[in-house]
């Protein structure tokens, strides 16, 4: 069964770094999401992404963020200077279509900010 | 906007026994309801929807939920549970629309099944 992947596991990075999660959505979905979960708390939504542009962001998504699909597969968040409080890990889903359509998670990226 | 409350952050319970998790939303529009399951270290797993139709809606691994559109709740049940229902499982609701369909989560409930 086709599933949504996500790379690395874990990245540990410096205050002030940028740093980059990658996920693989299932290939004929259209629709790509980030959410994170600080740890401890609930799941959060970031941003949606669909037809090349974002479609949906939270306050969280602040200028700090930036998502892209550089390539047919790849879906990427980027954060440009990281914070202590961006320490969480960051969840990538897909969804065949809008509407009733499932989204499918990855496995997370646990971002660790020293 | 929407909110989803899990009431119960940890429900311990002892194998073979019933166990209901229970979940609140609140909602100015229509929405769809969902289950997740989160076992240690892996990524989020649907374990059951409402979109319509039946409010009693079965899932995989012998889990069920009703909904209760007076009540607002979605609460989910497993008649007998095993060790391997161990796992954070998340109440979630997006609304019904045909765009980008965020979803709303609950903080989440710890099932902790005692052999």
């Known amino acids: 069964e086709p599933e949504v992947t996500q790379t690395p596991s874990h990245q540990v990075t410096q205050m002030g770094q940028e740093v980059i999660l990658r996920c693989v959505p299932i290939?004929?979905?259209?629709?790509f999401y980030w959410y994170r979960q600080i740890l401890g708390q609930k799941v959060e939504f970031l941003v949606s992404f669909y037809n090349n542009e974002i479609s949906e962001k939270s306050e969280i998504f602040d200028d700090q963020f930036s998502v892209e699909r550089p390539d047919g597969s790849n879906f990427t968040l980027k954060i440009r200077s990281t914070k202590l409080e961006d320490s969480a890990m960051y969840f990538c889903?897909?969804?065949?279509?809008?509407?009733?359509?499932?989204?499918?998670f990855g496995p997370g990226t646990r971002l660790t900010v020293l | 906007a929407q909110s989803v409350t899990q009431l119960d952050s940890q429900v311990p319970v002892f194998e073979e026994a019933p166990v209901e998790l229970r979940c609140n939303y609140s909602s100015s529009v229509s929405v769809y309801l969902f289950w997740y399951v989160q076992y240690p270290n892996q990524g989020l797993q649907l374990l059951l929807k409402y979109l319509s139709g039946s409010t009693l809606v079965k899932g995989i691994n012998g889990f069920e939920a009703e909904f209760n559109k007076s009540q607002t709740s979605f609460h989910l049940r497993k008649p007998s549970v095993h060790i391997s229902d161990t796992a954070e499982y998340f109440c979630a609701v997006s609304e019904r629309r045909n765009t980008g369909n965020q979803f709303y989560f609950g903080t989440g409930t710890s099932l902790t099944v005692i052999p």
């Open positions: 889903a897909s969804r065949r279509t809008g509407g009733t359509d499932t989204q499918y």
């Open positions: 290939s004929n979905h259209l629709y």
